[in-house]
Nanobody
Framework: QVQLVQSGGGLVQPGGSLILSCVAS????????IGWFRQAPGKERERVSY????????NYTDSVKGRFTVSRDRTKNAVYLQMHKLKPEDTGIYYC??????????????WGQGTQVTVSS
């Protein structure tokens, strides 16, 4: 079964850190471009980070630049999102998505189940 299994997330105080994991099952993640998305309460889902299939190219939405880092571990068939200096506005459900053709988007076919991140004191 082709799926992305996410872990990590939880409740953290402002200024804290979390690491999200996204592990592929049933296919080789190494050939796919990966996006991390989040959906805040009452807002549309937005892409916060991207890493190319080669790992040579990454990008981030302006609000997380300098605080979030995306990486991939080919030996573990996994992608990670390290989040530092977290702010209350980072709160939301985080999803990873894989796309064979290019930058993942809302119509990409492979999505993780989502994980809640709550930044609050």
């Amino acid at each position: 079964q082709v799926q992305l299994v996410q872990s990590g997330g939880g409740l953290v105080q402002p200024g804290g850190s979390l690491i999200l994991s996204c592990v592929a099952s049933g296919f080789t993640l190494n050939y796919y471009h990966i996006g991390w998305f989040r959906q805040a309460p009452g807002k549309e889902r937005e892409r916060v980070s991207y890493i190319s299939s080669s790992g040579d190219s990454t990008n981030y939405t302006d609000s997380v630049k300098g605080r979030f880092t995306v990486s991939r571990d080919r030996t573990k068939n996994a992608v990670y999102l390290q989040m530092h200096k977290l702010k209350p506005e980072d709160t939301g459900i985080y999803y990873c998505a894989a796309d064979f053709e290019g930058i993942p988007h809302s119509d990409s076919s492979i999505w993780g189940q989502g994980t809640q991140v709550t930044v609050s004191s």
